[in-house]
């Protein structure tokens, strides 16, 4: 018998306190450092899935996508000239508090058994009746990035070429051993080609032993990004090449080439091919998910 799944979007109440809002304060210290502090409120870009129980009208599974709770973002950053490089070095730290996070247990074990609802959710929506809930977590994130402009007579005698490197990390103070963040749900890719069904109980997604059918979210993760880009033609033309590797082993490089027919009407095409190494499940989070497929735009 095939399970029917109805999938339903969890989004904010219509009302004046859903509306987001930010404040932000810029100002130059010491002459040369460019800093920024702010705060703001808005809506997680992440949909977090959810398992909501059997609808008790239609018998269905019901799958909601949390993206309806407003978060906490706090930040600074500042940029400055560094003259032994002979470039501009730019740092950034932000703190998204209340992001919901992602484990089996809450998210989907939650929605299948009720014992379970009233343990890790505290309470049930009805009685003896299942309903999953999600973490609450702290995210940090935050880049390192250094910009600098150079010259190639060789290959460009008339511009110089544009260098914008980044060191972009995500970290999750909230992970401990007993409360192990997956990514969004994300089943492994072995456990597809198995044909297995993901099992939101198993020990291994929560702190225990054994594995786990869904895609670890590491408490430090990372990506190096590097993009480099020159004008020709009195900057009708620009061709750039951009670079950005993974701790998980995943790489992706694009070429891309604008031409500027007029100021009005801008042509570009870009390339993008991802690949990963190691194992079939390494690499397959963010944009190691789209690995099997390469990209040819044109705008």
Not at 38 to 45: L, Q, S, V
Not at 58 to 76: D, E, H, K, S
Not at 111 to 128: I, K, N, R
Not at 218 to 229: A, I, M, N, T, Y
Request: charged residues 15%.
């Amino acid at each position: 018998m095939e399970v029917q799944i109805e999938v339903a979007q969890i989004e904010p109440a219509w009302k004046f306190g859903n509306s987001r809002w930010g404040v932000r304060l810029q100002t130059v210290i010491a002459d040369e450092f460019t800093t920024s502090v702010w705060f703001y409120k808005t809506f997680p870009t992440e949909p977090v899935p959810l398992l909501l129980g059997v609808s008790p009208q239609t018998g269905r599974v019901v799958t909601g996508v949390q993206t309806g709770r407003l978060i906490n973002v706090a930040g600074i950053a500042s940029s400055f000239f560094f003259e032994p490089i002979n470039s501009v070095v730019r740092s950034e730290v932000e703190v998204f508090n209340n992001t919901p996070g992602f484990r089996p247990i809450t998210n989907l074990q939650a929605g299948l058994d009720p014992a379970v609802s009233a343990q890790v959710c505290g309470s049930v929506a009805t009685p003896g009746q299942a309903h999953a809930c999600f973490d609450k977590i702290n995210v940090v994130r935050g880049e390192l990035g250094v910009d600098r402009a150079f010259f190639l007579p060789l290959v460009n005698p008339a511009n110089s070429f544009i260098w914008v490197s980044a060191f972009v990390f995500n970290w999750l103070p909230d992970e401990t051993k007993y409360k192990d963040y997956r990514a969004a749900g994300i089943i492994k890719p072995s456990v597809l080609i198995s044909g297995q069904t993901p099992n939101p109980a198993a020990p291994g997604c929560d702190g225990g032993p054994g594995p786990c059918d869904f895609i670890n979210r590491s408490k430090f993760e990372f990506f190096v990004q590097s993009h480099v880009q020159t004008d020709y033609l009195h900057g009708q033309l620009t061709p750039a090449v951009t670079a950005v590797v993974n701790n998980r082993g995943a790489m992706t490089i694009f070429p891309e080439l604008t031409y500027r027919i007029t100021d009005s009407f801008i042509f570009n095409t870009r390339y993008i091919n991802i690949h990963t190494f190691g194992s079939e499940n390494n690499g397959f989070i963010d944009l190691g998910v789209f690995r099997d497929r390469d990209e040819i735009w044109f705008r």
